[in-house]
């Protein structure tokens, strides 16, 4: 949940005014997103989302993630679409913080996802890919293969807290991933983190993508790799073969998979299951108790890279070439 | 900020499936209330807020709390009001809480009161103690005079951590409180916290009261005492007797302050900024720093009760018999 920033009416008011969005009716601070803060905004134009960013963001990034937006929403993807002032500007300044007005995105996030939704995600996955295939900024991944030895170290002996022997685990992991990591896969912009309560369904069918925060330019099958770690693993940590089958193949009906991609799916999944590992377990140690970050369990991306580590082969995801 | 409970959409829907509200569109858990978890839902029927009690609600008090912002609201003073089911019923059970849905009301809360808003607030004070007075369930004040000891016992030595002597100040203040307690004033239900974020407005107009957990059958001078601690005061702890006029005299306006209710409100007010004091040591004390409430400084009722201390009559307020 997140809230950090307050925000007055003066000011909020004078924020608006360079919007041709209405009076302003009412705004709740809202529990959604972690490093941003959010508004549910009412105004007489409409319901819009308010996002302030807050210190963990880069201004630097923001012309990527917020132009990624709109350049989605133009090409007709269903997400937040920022809403331009009259001067043609989708970014501003409010208590101190860069800020943008959004778009409201109807639709629930799926709690339990089963795998008609799984299918849908896929499909979703592989139009956005396509769609932001002719982006013309870019953003290297951070949290990227090369980026995670330093995570590692930023965990130090601290991670044998987790489990006796974590860290000489990851470490061979880590290794085998850098020296193994696949080049010359087709590459562009990713999303990076589409985990089910940024996926909106409504009526049984898909509404929206939100939170571009993570977004990248990466391997485009690593953006599948990591959906099948967040979407197709049960709550007792087991895989579930029908669900990863119907997410991969909603993918590939949109666009197609080569087989050098296919085969790189467990190597990138064990990418994606660590770099999720990497930074829970850095939260883990390092977020202080009395923040207001809710810490997640880093053993759950644990048993997932076990689990990717034991795949021999994309048969083992209940998909063939 | 408060979203202690999530709920999953299908059972979600399954709760709503007693209303008329129409299909569910949306819903997102929102910083707003302390005790419980709230979230702004939209459905076909419009805009409303679902209210999740929490443990902190007594069960038992839940009828009183839906049954005056009924009753208020059906007698045409601006509240959240209960929505009923086919069946006639406006409390149910969702994710093992018992839960309500409420109207959604427009309107944003001050952060920084002028006194035009006090004013609007004195009136609206005085048309709730007005349209109150024929609901016919009781709740008594469990955060009333004679509560207050517990409270004060239940913070113990530490009191003095805030400030050197804190503790014996407070028994001697409280002491003197549970002597000269006054008797016979007309009593009724009050709000008992109707601070800033509890009252919105919109387009300059006082558009809604919220929050009636705290209601309860006491004093209704009391009310009025608690709204000028809550008001009347700047940032840097002075009384602001513009202010102050301006909610006594808005108050007196909509309903005739007796001459004893008059004399009586410097004590009240002694009363209004012990009982906020109280409970905010107690929790300065007593909730860890990891919880999500966030404690507030306790000081800042000691500055107010020691400026009541200090007031001889209500001209000091800036009011007149």
Known sequence: MAVYTDVGEAELAGFLGRYDCGPLLSYKGIA??????????RAGGGTFILTLYEKR??????????????????????????????????????????????????????RRPHADQCREVGVALAQLHDLASDFDLRRPNALGVAGWRQLLDGCGPRADDVEDGLRDELDAELRFLEENWPKGLPAGVIH????????????????????????????????????????CFEQDGAYNVTKGRALIEGYRSARVLSAAELAALPLLARGAALRFLLTRLYDWIHVPANSFVTKKDPKEYLRKSRFHRSVRSIADYGVHE
Chains 1, 2 share one sequence.
């Not at 959604?32 to 905004?41: I, M, R, Y």
């Not at 007709?76 to 913080?97: I, K, S, Y």
């Not at 909106?200 to 599948?224: K, P, Q, V």
């Open 32 to 41: 959604e997103g972690v490093e941003n803060s959010n508004f549910l905004l």
């Open 57 to 110: 963001v880069d201004r630097d990034d923001l012309p990527f993630f917020v132009g990624l937006m709109r350049h989605l929403a133009s090409r007709g993807l269903n997400c937040p679409q920022p809403v331009v002032t009259r001067d043609g500007e989708t970014l501003g300044e409010l208590a101190g913080r860069p800020a943008a007005l959004f778009t409201f995105l109807e639709g629930m996030w799926s």
């Open 192 to 231: 990076a983190d589409l985990f089910p309560d940024n996926v909106f369904f409504l009526s049984g069918e898909l509404s929206g993508l939100i939170d571009f925060y993570f977004a990248c330019n990466d391997i485009l099958a690593y953006d599948l790799a990591i959906c099948l770690c967040a979407w």
